[in-house]
């Protein structure tokens, strides 16, 4: 099996030969690398294996399943027939997974449709309705299925894929039995995905029940090092500055890298920490290699104490006794997180700090980022010099295109 990973090979999208339409998807929804999980999983969707994946939110594996499964449906669906079903544990996931694939299928002619019950009777009537005119992918939840399948109008004979997301919750949550039931009406001849934030003893009895020869996936994440200790704040931007100070009068550090999303945020922190005397370089991709070779090597010899740097300083450099890491804009990912922080604790003292600067439209994605971990960063009160910090983000009940927030009108449903 090729073993993927963000160091050794970057891979693209277009290696997986994907038919232009779904390109087209995947250009308007941003993306241009696959993530590991998508790396792993998608050439054996394509191959119509079944594949059973550990992975938890935050890793890209809702897309590591509709692209394949939207690729094998554009020129071999049924018409008026369901040919693929992903079930899963809530409304909100499916609200979530109907919105990814109303993104990356807009080109293409694969319609789907959300059946994630609560609601009124009459959204029970549109989802009928729609469900009897048929859509090439339903995503839902277990109990409203099983309502829908009992009144017999959904089409289920010609089902090519089955997709258990979150498979682990969902057994947590008491749903087998409905499960298992909804399977007995799909034909013996199909392909199965099974994606598990854990694998408990449970869930490989399922898949021993309902996959046939799967191939195992499985990408989870690292841990960081527990003796780094790890904090955030809530900040504006127009703050972060005078927290990096205010942060690196607290105590004497030998050694501190400040990581930056950007050049330009490189640029203007470093310029505003030499203003105030620090003994301070800067780090990125406009500096040529032996320039960059002489900050490391004054860094490393603690001639120079603080480093800003963009993500270039992420991986692989090898500088013992960084006490302090600040992270002064959010990284990209949970990965990404781990090897910036992980730069700290490495010495033969083996401990560490690491702080999070989290401005309010980082808010969600740091959210993500501690789901991937596991566990939440916790959050420090701004120095009260600083002033009012913004609040903690909360995530509108109603996203966008549901029932609810359109005032009934169903937004999942793609006409053909
Ligand atoms: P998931 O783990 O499926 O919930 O995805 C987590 C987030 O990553 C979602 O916001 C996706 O839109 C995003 N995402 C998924 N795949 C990619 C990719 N290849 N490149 C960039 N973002 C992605």
Redesign the pocket.
Known sequence: MHIYTKTNYTLTFDDFYFHHKLLDGLDA???????PI?AEVIPYVLEKRDVIAC??????????FLLPLIDNLIDNKHEHDISALIIVPTRELAV?ISQ?MEGLSYFTEVSSIAIFGGGDGKAFVEEKNALSRGADVVICTPGKMISHINMGYVKLSKLQCLVLDEADRMMDMGFHDDIMKIIGHLPKQRQTLLFSATMPAKIKQLSQKILHNPIEVNVAISKPNENIVQGAFLVYDAQKIELVKHVLAQKEFNSVIIFCSKKLHVKALAHQLKRAKLNVAEIHSDLDQAEREDVMGKFKAKRLNILVATDILSRGIDVEDIDLVINYDIPHDGEDYIHRIGRTARGTNGSGTAYTFIAEKEQKGFK?IEELLGKEVPKLPLPAHLGEGPGIYVPSKKPAGTAAATGGKKKFYKKK
């Not at 929804?29 to 993530?35: D, L, V």
């Not at 992975?55 to 897309?63: D, E, P």
């Open positions: 929804s941003g993306y241009i690398n696959p993530t998508q992975a938890q939110t935050g890793t890209g594996k809702t897309a590591a979530q990814h993500q």
